[in-house]
């Protein structure tokens, strides 16, 4: 599956952006998907995953409240939308996937490009 991301982009702190991962192929809701983000000089992290089905979600607990994954698999895509933003969120953010959900969160063999969030103070 080949994966694009798109939607990042600046905004003030306390602001919102909705991210979206595009997919291709036809078994897109086999996939569960992932998005990861790395900050200048950090290793990369997990931020939220979601199941195949769109039923199962689970959050980092540093964005647990304020961020939402969700996904249409009627068209092939996830999203991301990240409320309260904090400056602390810039990052590139990465979607991610992979039919084995146990290592979806770890490492996941499918990949998109990042996007860059840039949170102002």
């Known amino acids: 599956v080949q994966l694009q991301a798109s939607g990042g982009g600046l905004v003030q702190a306390g602001g919102s952006l909705r991210l979206s991962c595009a997919a291709s192929g036809r078994t897109f809701s086999r996939y569960a998907m992932g998005w990861f983000r790395q900050a200048p000089g950090k290793e990369r992290e997990f931020v939220a995953v979601i199941s195949g089905s769109g039923g199962r979600t689970y959050y980092a607990d540093s964005v647990k409240g304020r961020f939402t994954i969700s996904r249409d698999n009627a068209k092939n895509t996830v999203y991301l939308q990240m409320n309260s933003l904090k400056p602390e969120d810039t990052a590139v953010y990465y979607c991610?996937?992979?039919?084995?959900?146990?290592?979806?969160?770890?490492?996941?063999?499918?990949w998109g490009q990042g996007t860059l969030v840039t949170v102002s103070s």
């Open positions: 991610a996937g992979d039919s084995d959900g146990a290592i979806v969160t770890t490492k996941p063999n499918y």
